[in-house]
């Protein structure tokens, strides 16, 4: 299966079970590795045939900012549906940090992968 990549899309938005976790936006880090066949858009080179990256991106943003998760498994777990409804993806990994989260720790994070 071929792969679309999109790599530390970053968003801001509350996620967390603390209460100051809760009070302001955070940076959230967000890697999707979308699985499908591209074979068809490679021969025509017509975006058209192929997973439409740009909008998933967007979609992912603006979930990450919004949906107000207190896990970042949760978080996960929404956005791989949401990439599992879009066309031509049959598989999804998502995954999800925080950075800075935990002290002396780069990042925090969840690594899904969801299949149709």
Same mark, same amino acid.
């Given at each position: ?5 999109i790599?530390?899309?970053?968003a801001r938005?509350?996620?967390g079970? =603390?209460?100051? +976790?809760?009070?302001k936006? *955070?940076?959230? @880090?967000?890697n999707?590795?979308l ?15 192929s997973i439409n =990256? ?5 979609? #992912?943003?603006? @979930?990450? +900012?919004?949906? *107000?998760? @207190? ?10 549906? =949401?990439? @599992?409804?879009?066309?031509g &993806?049959?598989k999804v *990994? &998502?995954?999800?940090?925080?950075? !800075?989260a935990?002290?002396?720790?780069? #990042?925090? !994070?969840?690594?899904?992968?969801? #299949?149709k």
């Amino acid at each position: 299966m071929d792969k679309v990549i999109i790599k530390n899309l970053v968003a801001r938005g509350i996620i967390g079970i =603390y209460e100051w +976790e809760r009070d302001k936006p *955070q940076e959230i @880090l967000i890697n999707i590795i979308l699985y499908g066949d591209l074979t068809k858009a490679g021969r025509t080179d017509d975006v058209n045939d192929s997973i439409n =990256y740009k909008t998933i991106a967007k979609e #992912s943003q603006v @979930l990450a +900012e919004n949906c *107000q998760r @207190l896990t970042v498994e949760a978080l996960a777990n929404d956005i791989a549906a =949401y990439c @599992l409804e879009t066309k031509g &993806v049959k598989k999804v *990994q &998502v995954r999800i940090e925080k950075p !800075g989260a935990v002290r002396f720790a780069e #990042s925090v !994070g969840v690594e899904i992968e969801r #299949s149709k």
